[in-house]
């Protein structure tokens, strides 16, 4: 085989809201933690054993202001991107690595009222979800500089893929 495949697909909860960092140009990026779990019951013992692995997400431009609107901690949502590891220096002089998934495509899970926290425009919280989404998936395009604007309704219908153009299979 000559190719080669880099692909991760995770399911798990927010262990923080979505970070944003902009940059001049209009590019955007969200980071977050996000926490999956392994239970398995140990042979020899018997007992149940539980392990938690953190991974830290990347998701970039419209789809990463999308997750700080609707993703609060606690959420669960599905992830498909890339590995990618980068390596820098710290204060100290000491080479440091840190893995990321280079978030794609991302699914809430979370059904629409039941977050953890819900807050407002002015960080204040809600009782009530004041999250307009409606759909299902999220299809992240890196170099898209997409206006999406989350009181389309048709959105729910369509994955969100960066492309603006219209075309002839739109459900409305």
Known sequence: MTGTLNKVMLIGHTGDDVKMHYFEGGGAIGRF???TNEVYTNRTTGE??????WHNIVVRNKAAEICEKYLKKGDKVYIEGRIKTRKWTDD?????????????EFTFLTPKGESNGSYD???SQNTQSNSNYQGNSVNN???SNSGYSGNNNNFASQPYNGNDEEEDDLPF
């Open 121 to 123: 425009s002015q960080g």
């Open 92 to 104: 100290k002089g000491m080479e440091r690595y840190s893995t990321e998934i280079q978030c794609t």
């Open 33 to 35: 933690p996000l926490a």
């Open 141 to 143: 395009n890196a170099n």
């Open 48 to 53: 149940r054993v539980n392990n938690t692995e």
